[in-house]
């Protein structure tokens, strides 16, 4: 009677990270049944059996070595030595070699849109969840008290002392509790499985509330009592290589004691970031800070989107998302809705950044702003448009501004869909500023024709 393999690795939905050949070597590692030896050998799907060596020890390792781009289904099998009689097999699926996104920052990167109407999972697009474990990605995809590292429950009255079984209990009381924690991760990853045909892994390591004091990559040398150490540790254990990095953070530095430090850390950690992963080139994708129903200060907000938006130009190979439009959950998180607005967006930016789809835009961004002679009307010109921009009667969230005073103005699409033109009721001094998106919930509608909306952004000089 033929014997049943048990594999230790890999797991189900894990995904490999495929390399410049569009390929990746797949190890594994199986427990042979009692007084079982003889010849390994191993497939994938469909294909020709190949012999990896032979088994005397009670467990197995092997690679399959070169294998492409897709889903895949894992075949092992043992035969005796002098015959070809099968002793023993098994097999794992699905596997995929695909492309692995890190997903990290604070809250609005864990998700936490309400559980209802959420994203379907999709095989394909798989994640490795905080419990360093591989499984088709589901809503919620956030377990910090699942997490080994420290850092991800230490927030907790025990902290760092708690004991397993009461982290157990935190845990079973988080799963049987929660109802909130959609996020963009599985809508970004369908999108790119649906266009691309690459399968999908997400790494999700982001921790909300979290500053990017308690993300600095000088802690990386606490492993797992770091947010940086402990997105290392679980990159290294899921291949150590990645495609890149989804990012959403910024809330908590939106402070006047640190605000104006955001913009360098930014440029530091980003570059630490490909440093240790040996890629100068890391796709980086970000969100721009949302809306919020209430903050300490609106200026520190602003300044962190404007920032972000600043930042584009200087991170190289990365791309800001817009999420002014953003319908809230609650008083600072994006609804499920929003979220899928933004994975998509996030995967419509990595198309362009990864895939080379020269037909996706960033989106609206300002190009320049020119004066009438009169000084009465201001027109933007924009790039990165996809198609046009949608047509509405009036233009929200443009202001002009000489010192602390607003002017009054009216703000229309013109007839072709490229221009925004801004009147204004007298003409304007010589040392004006334009905004867009002022404050913490404004009312924005400038949006391209894939209903990517104009970032936040301003004060400039006009």
């Given amino acids: 009677m033929t014997k049943r393999l048990t594999f230790s690795s890999p797991e189900a939905h894990r995904v490999y990270q495929r390399d410049e050949r569009n390929r990746a070597d797949i190890t594994f590692s199986v427990q042979l ?16 059996w190949r012999t990896l060596g032979l088994a005397n020890e009670p467990v197995f390792e092997g690679v399959m070595e070169a294998v492409p781009v897709g889903e895949h289904s894992l075949y092992v099998r043992v035969l005796a030595s002098d015959n070809k009689e099968l002793l023993a097999e098994g097999e794992i699926g699905p596997v995929f070699v695909g492309d692995l996104w890190i997903i ?25 969840y905080m419990g360093d474990r591989w499984d088709l990605a589901v809503e919620p995809l956030c377990w910090v008290f699942e997490s080994p590292d420290p850092i991800h429950w230490m927030h907790i009255p025990e902290g760092a002392s708690v004991s397993e079984e009461r982290l157990k209990e935190y845990a079973a009381a988080h799963r049987r509790d929660r109802v909130q924690g959609a996020g963009f991760g599985i809508p970004f990853g369908k999108m790119l499985l649906q266009h691309t045909g690459i399968p999908v892994g997400l790494l999700m390591v982001a921790h909300g509330g979290t500053s990017m004091s308690q993300w600095s990559d000088e802690l990386a040398d606490e492993g797992g009592h770091s947010l940086y150490g402990a997105m290392l540790r679980v990159i290294q254990a899921s291949g150590g290589k990645v495609k890149g990095c989804l990012w959403y953070q910024g809330e908590s530095d ?25 890629d100068p080139e890391l796709p980086f994708i970000y969100a721009q800070i949302a809306t919020v129903m209430n903050w300490g200060s609106e200026a520190a907000w602003n300044r962190i989107q404007d920032e972000q938006l600043r930042l584009e130009s200087k991170l190289g190979r990365a791309a800001l998302v817009p999420t002014i439009d953003s319908v809230l959950a609650d008083a600072i998180h994006p609804d499920a809705s929003s979220l899928r607005d933004i ?53 929200f969230a443009f202001q002009v ?20 033109v801004l009147r204004l009721e007298q003409s304007a001094p010589e040392s004006c500023e334009l905004r867009h998106g002022r404050g913490i919930n404004p009312t924005v509608n400038v949006r391209d024709e894939l209903g990517i909306p104009l970032p936040v952004f301003g004060p400039l000089p006009v």
Avoid at 104 to 128: H, M, R, Y
Avoid at 258 to 276: P, T
């Fill in 104 to 128: 990290a920052g604070q809250s609005n990167a864990e998700g936490c849109g309400k559980l209802i109407d959420i994203e379907e999972p999709q095989t394909g697009v798989s994640c490795f």
């Fill in 254 to 278: 939106a402070d006047e004691s640190v605000v104006g430090l955001y913009y360098d850390r930014m440029i530091q950690w980003v570059a630490s970031l490909r440093r240790d992963l040996g």
């Fill in 401 to 420: 501004t000489n010192g602390e005073h607003v002017l009054p103005l009216t703000a229309h699409l013109d007839a072709e869909g490229h221009h925004i």
């Fill in 343 to 395: 994975g998509h967006r996030m995967a419509w930016a990595a198309l362009r950044l990864v895939h080379d789809r020269p037909l996706n835009q960033t989106g609206p961004r300002l190009a320049y702003a020119a004066w009438n002679g009169e000084r009465t009307e201001l027109t933007l010109t924009f790039t990165g448009v996809n198609g046009r921009l949608r047509p509405v009667e009036r233009a």
């Fill in 33 to 48: 049944p009692d007084q079982v030896k003889g010849r390994v050998e191993a497939r994938i799907s469909a294909g020709a």
